[in-house]
C-alpha cells in the first residue's frame, strides 16, 4: 500500500503522458531498482499520526521556538527593530530626472489656436473682392488694431482660432457683398518671467507666452531636488495668484496646464511639503511629496511602480503614541494611513507552492514539470519514463544554482588565499627577487584562467546502487544520461581522444593506449569523472563507461608549498567545472 500510494502521488505531482504503458521499449524509474520503496519521497502533511514519533517530536521542538514579534499584532519576515529605518531625506525625490528632457531647446512660436491676443503682437491682413486691403496690423496698448477705411478694432483677449471670424465681421459690416477676408498672427511679443523660490537659479528669463512652465522652470536649472516642491507651484500676477500647479499629475498623466504667460509673470517654487520614502521591490526608490499631512496606501501604491509579484507592505513611522510598525498585505495597505517621514517597503513576499524543474538526457515526455514544494527526487524519478536500455540508472545527478554559486565562491576564497600568501614577500638579495618576479607571473597568469572557469553546479546524488532521496529545488536540472559505451581522455596526455570502453582496463591502461603522459602531466593526479559528476582519483574507483579520464598539469615551480597550493586548486577547479586548467 505504501509503494501504491507513493506512485499515485508521484503521478498526481508531474501529471505527464509518459506513463503511456504502450510505449514500446520504455519503463519507470518506479519499477526498477534506482530509487528503493523505502527510500521514497513522503510530504510531512502524508504522514500517518504517530508513525515516526521521534520527527514528530523534533518538528514539535522547532515549532516551540518564536519566529516573530507575537506581542506586535502584525508580524512578517522583516524585524523592524533590526533595520534601520529609511529616512525620505537620504532618497532622490519622485520627478528628480524631470529636468534633464531639454525643455529649454525649444521656444514655443506662440502662434497655437488657443493663444490669446494681446498688445504687441503683429497681425498679417489681407483682404480682396469689392475692395482690396494688405497691411501689417500692431495691436496697440489698448488692445486694438486700426482697419484703414474700418476704423479701430478691438481684439485683445480673442483667441487666435477667433480672430479670422471677428476682423471677418468687422470689415463686412462696411462691405458687406464680394469681400474676402484672410488674417494670420505673424508674431508674438516676447515675454519676461520671473522664477523664484526653491529653484537651483532663480532669475528673470524670456520666452514666449505659450511656453511651458517647464519651459522657464529649466532655464532656472529646475527645482531643488532637496529643498524645493513638485506639487506646490504658483504662478502669480499683480501679487496674486492665477494658477497652482502639481507636477505630479503631469509626470503620471502628463498634464500640464495650458497658461498664456504675461511679461512680468512670476513662477513661484514652494517649500518641499512632507514627504514619505518608497523602497523595496519597486523600479526605483524615491521620496514621494505629500499632498497634504497624510496619504491612503492607495494613493501610494498608485504613485510608486511596483515590480511584479508584490505582495505584503512594511509600514513603519511615528506616531504621537509612538513608533509605529505594521506588516500588511498589498490589499490592507490600500486603506492604510501614511504620514510624514513614513517609509513604505513594498515586499514580494509569496512564496510560491510550486517549482520547476528540468529534466535532460535520456527520457520520455516534456522536459520541465511543475511540482510541489516539498516535491523529493525519488518521486520525480518514479514518474518519468526512460528508454529501458538505453538509460545510465545509477548516473544519474542534478545541476544546481545555489551549488554554483557555492562552487564559485569556495574557488574565489581559494585563489585570494593563493595571492596573499605568496605576493607581495619582501625579496633579500637580487636572486631571490628574478625568483618572487617570476613565480608572482605565474600566479597572476593561473589566477587569471582560474577565475575565468564557471562551475558546473553538479550536484552528486548517487550512492552506490542507489540515489538519495533529496528535495528538489526551484530552477533544479536533473541529468538522466544515455549509457554510453566510450571513455574520454583529456588533459595532460598525449592524445586526448575518445576511446571504446573494455570492462576490466584501467586509467592507466587507457592513457597508455592514448600515448601516455606529456612532459607537463602530473602522474599522481590522474581523476576519474563519473557522470554522476563524481571526481575520484583513479586509483580510489573503477573506470566505467562514459567516464572521463583527466590528467590534471604539474605546477611548474620548485617551491613546494606553492605546487601544494596550486594542485589543490586544480583539483577544486576540476570537480566545479570539469576541466583540466591548462597551466
Not at 374 to 387: K, M, R, T
Request: proline residues 5%.
Amino acid at each position: 500500500m505504501k509503494h501504491a500510494a507513493s506512485f499515485f502521488r508521484a503521478g498526481c505531482l508531474v501529471a505527464v503522458a509518459c506513463l503511456n504503458v504502450g510505449m514500446a521499449h520504455a519503463q519507470s524509474f518506479g519499477s526498477g531498482s534506482i530509487v528503493p520503496q523505502d527510500q521514497q519521497a513522503q510530504s510531512m502533511t502524508s504522514q500517518a499520526p504517530g508513525a515516526n514519533g521521534q520527527q514528530q517530536a523534533q518538528q514539535q521542538a522547532v515549532d516551540d521556538q518564536p519566529r516573530a514579534n507575537w506581542n506586535s499584532s502584525n508580524y512578517g519576515p522583516v524585524d523592524p527593530s533590526q533595520q534601520e529605518k529609511v529616512d525620505p531625506n537620504t532618497l532622490p525625490p519622485f520627478g528628480a530626472n524631470l529636468f534633464t528632457g531639454g525643455f529649454r531647446g525649444v521656444m514655443a512660436d506662440g502662434l497655437n489656436p488657443a493663444y490669446t491676443i494681446k498688445p504687441g503682437d503683429q497681425i498679417n491682413l489681407r483682404v480682396w473682392g469689392g475692395t482690396e486691403m494688405q497691411s501689417v496690423l500692431t495691436v496697440d496698448s489698448q488692445g486694438n488694431i486700426f482697419l484703414p477705411g474700418i476704423g479701430p478694432l478691438n481684439v485683445q483677449g480673442t483667441s487666435n482660432s477667433e480672430l479670422n471670424a471677428r476682423v471677418t465681421a468687422a470689415i463686412k459690416s462696411v462691405y458687406p457683398e464680394n469681400v474676402q477676408v484672410y488674417t494670420n498672427l505673424q508674431g508674438v511679443q516676447p515675454v519676461g518671467v520671473f522664477v523664484t523660490g526653491y529653484v537651483k537659479n532663480p532669475g528673470r528669463y524670456s520666452g514666449t507666452p505659450s511656453d511651458s512652465m517647464l519651459y522657464f522652470l529649466d532655464q532656472a536649472g529646475g527645482i531643488d531636488q532637496a529643498l524645493g516642491s513638485y506639487r506646490q507651484i504658483a504662478i502669480k500676477r499683480g501679487g496674486r495668484t492665477v494658477d497652482t500647479i502639481d507636477l505630479y499629475d503631469f509626470l503620471i498623466n502628463g498634464n500640464m496646464p495650458q497658461t498664456q504667460f504675461r511679461d512680468g509673470d512670476t513662477i513661484v517654487v514652494d517649500e518641499r511639503g512632507p514627504a514619505v520614502a518608497v523602497v523595496g521591490d519597486v523600479e526605483r526608490p524615491f521620496r514621494y511629496e505629500l499632498a497634504g499631512e497624510t496619504l491612503t496606501g492607495g494613493d501610494v501604491t498608485n504613485l510608486a511602480r511596483l515590480r511584479s509579484g508584490v505582495t505584503h507592505v512594511l509600514l513603519r513611522g511615528d506616531r504621537p503614541d509612538g513608533p509605529l510598525a505594521r506588516y500588511l498585505t498589498l490589499n490592507e495597505f490600500r486603506t492604510a494611513n501614511v504620514r510624514r517621514g513614513d517609509e513604505v517597503l513594498f515586499s514580494a513576499d509569496q512564496r510560491s507552492e510550486n517549482i520547476v524543474v528540468q529534466v535532460e538526457g535520456s527520457y520520455y515526455g516534456p522536459s520541465r514539470y511543475v511540482l510541489p514544494r516539498d516535491a523529493h527526487l525519488g518521486e520525480f524519478l518514479n514518474a518519468i519514463s526512460v528508454p529501458k536500455s538505453m538509460t545510465s540508472y545509477q548516473d544519474v545527478s542534478i545541476r544546481r544554482q545555489s551549488v554554483a554559486e557555492q562552487q564559485e565562491e569556495s574557488l574565489n576564497e581559494s585563489l585570494d588565499r593563493l595571492e596573499q600568501t605568496y605576493l607581495g614577500y619582501p625579496a633579500r638579495t637580487t636572486g631571490e627577487g628574478e625568483i618572487q618576479v617570476r613565480q608572482a607571473e605565474l600566479i597572476e597568469r593561473f589566477v587569471q584562467k582560474a577565475r575565468q572557469t564557471e562551475p558546473t553546479g553538479r550536484l552528486v546524488v548517487a550512492r552506490g546502487d542507489s540515489i538519495a532521496d533529496i528535495r528538489l529545488q526551484d530552477g533544479d536540472v536533473v541529468t538522466i544520461p544515455e549509457s554510453s559505451d566510450s571513455v574520454l581522455l583529456s588533459g595532460e596526455v598525449t592524445i586526448p581522444q575518445a576511446m571504446v570502453y573494455t570492462p576490466g582496463m584501467s586509467a592507466e591502461d587507457y592513457i597508455r593506449q592514448a600515448g601516455g603522459f606529456t612532459p607537463r602531466a602530473d602522474d599522481d593526479q590522474v581523476l576519474v569523472v563519473h557522470r554522476n559528476g563524481a571526481v575520484i582519483h583513479a586509483g580510489d574507483t573503477e573506470v566505467r563507461a562514459g567516464d572521463e579520464i583527466m590528467v590534471l598539469p604539474a605546477a611548474p615551480t620548485s617551491n613546494i608549498e606553492l605546487a601544494t597550493s596550486i594542485t589543490q586548486i586544480l583539483y577544486q577547479v576540476a570537480v566545479a567545472t570539469k576541466v583540466a586548467l591548462d597551466l
